[in-house]
């Protein structure tokens, strides 16, 4: 915890930022720290050391050098004291390490390099790092197995794995203020509800929050806190097609991926009115979507199309979402997704 306080505020520091004070001895930075602080702060470090002074031998001071200039950790900035000393540490192999509010004062560039670099020595040097964060650049630069999330729901505390970085933010930010959370695996997900929200009762789109959650086990989990009415407003969720049934949860249309689901839909009318929507020869999407639907990994099928097509990715997704959402979406299935939001909107009134 020491980390976090400027060195002008720890016990026995003042007494040390003295002019007479010298330095006794030192212990330099090797080549391999240095590159790692130059690239975790994104500047160019000649030199580094942890001074003793004789004022106080067992209070070592950072000192780093740049552009021929030397200074110490009482003039450094705040991030660079932090990577200073934690790049100090040398870990053995196999070591634990627990880091709490890894971002403080740090830059979001320094926040991302200091997790890739801290990923590398886990890989080099087999350890395992425990952080706590409420940064998303933290959340970002994790996979979805590395991220836990300590949900509280009716005073008690539940550990969810697998979060998406959104679904962490939307969970610690009061920002918005929306009547009903609804919970759907990922960003492509996310897209599809809203357009079916948007074409088939526009009207409530305002009213709720979409929170992409990550993997559908976590979709799962969240199912069984609806169930057992754990959350304080309502709360729906909804899994792709693709996964099985779970109590708690809503299937989206269909019985596959949603890229399946919209592709095979549009196909099915012959690309709809896509050409009109965007902008593009109807020869032109026709084989740029053909020539997607042949990847074996459906997901790669958006980013595929888009690029053929001189799209963004996104941009061809909503596109093709409200498309489908108008032209091929059934009422049967329209209801089976706009009723219980309804219901769960007239519950809360």
Known sequence: MARLQPLTVRTGYFRIAKPYVKEVSANPFNQEALSRI???????????????TDADTERPVSVLASEGNEFSGFHQGAGELTISELLQVE????????????ETSLHPRAQRRLIRDLANLCRERELQIILTTHSPYVLEELPPEARCYILTTSGKKMIVSGVSPEFAMTKMDDESHPECDLYVEDERAKILLREILMTQAPDIVSRVQIIAFGAASVGQSLGQMVKQKRFVRPTL???DGDQP???GTIP???????????????????????PMRTGRDFSAIEDACARAMTIGDHHE????????????????WQTFCAAWSA???????????????????????
């Open 301 to 316: 099928w958006v980013s595929s199309a888009a690029k053929t097509l001189s799209l963004g990715g996104d941009v061809l």
């Open 91 to 102: 870990p053995v192999k196999n070591s634990l390490i627990l880091i709490d509010e890894i």
């Open 237 to 239: 969720v909804f899994l």
């Open 245 to 247: 049934v779970a109590e």
């Open 38 to 52: 130059s690239e975790i702060m994104g500047k160019s470090y000649s030199g580094g050391k942890f001074a003793v």
């Open 252 to 274: 989206l249309p269909g019985s596959d991926a949603p890229e399946r689901v919209v592709f095979d839909g549009l196909k099915s009318q012959k690309w709809a009115l896509l």
């Open 327 to 349: 032209d091929c979406l059934s009422k049967l299935e329209s209801d089976k997704i706009i009723l219980p939001i309804m219901e769960a909107l007239i519950s809360k009134a």
